[in-house]
């Protein structure tokens, strides 16, 4: 369901003007998309930033002369420090058409201790319907062992959704945690030890040749 934001057009540009909404609490975007001329636009800012939490969440965009658009955030701009959002990106969407998206990878369950689950690939571009967009795809590893692992055909996506991947890609494996034993840490140390000994004989030596 699309979240409902009244926002409005800015006709004010630049780093300064940006600035300046932020510290009114609004967040400046774009909207493009269709063919239609790019729309510069002011968006409220709480409920902006509790919308964006959904990397690909559906808005409708309120404007104050009663037209209306249906959008995807498209990209999101951050404060690198603050991470209170700088900029959004937007496209507008139909009903009825497909997007590409990129949605999240999340695992269910756990596999058999002491074996670990690892995501090889942290998301998967999709092609779904515009205003029907999966938060996430979920993959279960419950009760998997060693060697388990699942590639991108191999995902069971939501709904009518596409792969847009390679479906030989690797999604998730399960494998044991590798564990470093103390003796091979002291042989690196050695050959560490060996060759800082090795290089500063090697300078006496040059040294010692040019007197």
Do not use: C, W
């Amino acid at each position: 369901m699309a979240e409902k934001l009244n926002v409005e057009l800015r006709e004010d540009f630049g780093k300064g003007a940006a600035r300046r909404l932020r510290a009114e609490s609004r967040v400046p975007a774009v909207l493009y998309g269709h063919g239609e001329a790019p729309l510069h636009l002011s968006l409220p800012g709480h409920e902006t930033a509790l919308a964006a939490r959904n990397p690909n969440a559906l808005l409708q965009l309120q404007l104050a002369d009663g037209t209306s658009h249906l959008a995807l955030i498209k990209e999101v701009q951050r404060h690198p420090l603050k991470r209170s959002l700088n900029h959004l990106d937007l496209i507008i969407v139909k009903k009825g058409e497909k997007v590409e998206v990129e949605i999240p990878v999340v695992l269910t369950g756990e596999p058999v201790s002491p074996s670990i689950a690892v995501v090889d690939l942290l998301t998967l571009t999709l092609s779904v319907d515009a205003l029907n967009v999966p938060e996430q795809v979920e993959i279960d590893v419950e009760g998997t062992e060693d060697g388990f692992q699942v590639f991108a055909g191999d995902v069971k996506l939501p709904g009518d959704a596409e792969l847009i991947n390679d479906p030989e890609i690797l999604v998730v494996s399960v494998a044991l945690p590798r564990v470093e034993e103390e003796g091979d840490e002291e042989t690196e140390e050695a050959e560490a030890a060996e060759g800082a000994e090795g290089e500063s004989a090697e300078g006496s030596e040059e040294a010692s040749e040019e007197e």
